[in-house]
Nanobody
Framework: VQLQASGGGLVQAGGSLRLSCVASGGTFSNYGMAWFRQAPGKERDVVATINWSGDIQYYRDPVKGRFTISRDNARSRVYLQMHSLKPEDTAVYFC????????????????WGQGTLVTVSS
């Protein structure tokens, strides 16, 4: 499975961005999907995950109520809608695919996109 993320950019604090990730080379609905992020000098952490059908989501505490993960299996895409962005959300965001229906750690995911940079200015 190949993953291509897009939608990052520079935004002011309080603003919004929508990240998109398109998958190719596999049956998209067979993969649990997730967004991770990695800030400079820090570990790659999970942001949000979603199961095969899209009816189960997980959010890391710092983004709960601000970010929404969704997927469109017909278009082989997963999205991350981000609102009320904060400077601490600045990071490279990665989409990832798991052969499990649902996973909440980086060890559950074996396919990774190249990352898209989100910069939130104060």
């Amino acid at each position: 499975v190949q993953l291509q993320a897009s939608g990052g950019g520079l935004v002011q604090a309080g603003g919004s961005l929508r990240l998109s990730c398109v998958a190719s080379g596999g049956t998209f609905s067979n993969y649990g999907m997730a967004w991770f992020r990695q800030a400079p000098g820090k570990e790659r952490d999970v942001v949000a995950t979603i199961n095969w059908s899209g009816d189960i989501q997980y959010y890391r505490d710092p983004v709960k109520g601000r970010f929404t993960i969704s997927r469109d299996n017909a278009r082989s895409r997963v999205y991350l809608q981000m609102h009320s962005l904060k400077p601490e959300d600045t990071a490279v965001y990665f989409c990832a695919a798991s052969q499990r229906e649902f996973g909440t750690t980086k060890y559950d995911y074996i396919y990774w996109g190249q990352g898209t940079l989100v910069t939130v200015s104060s």
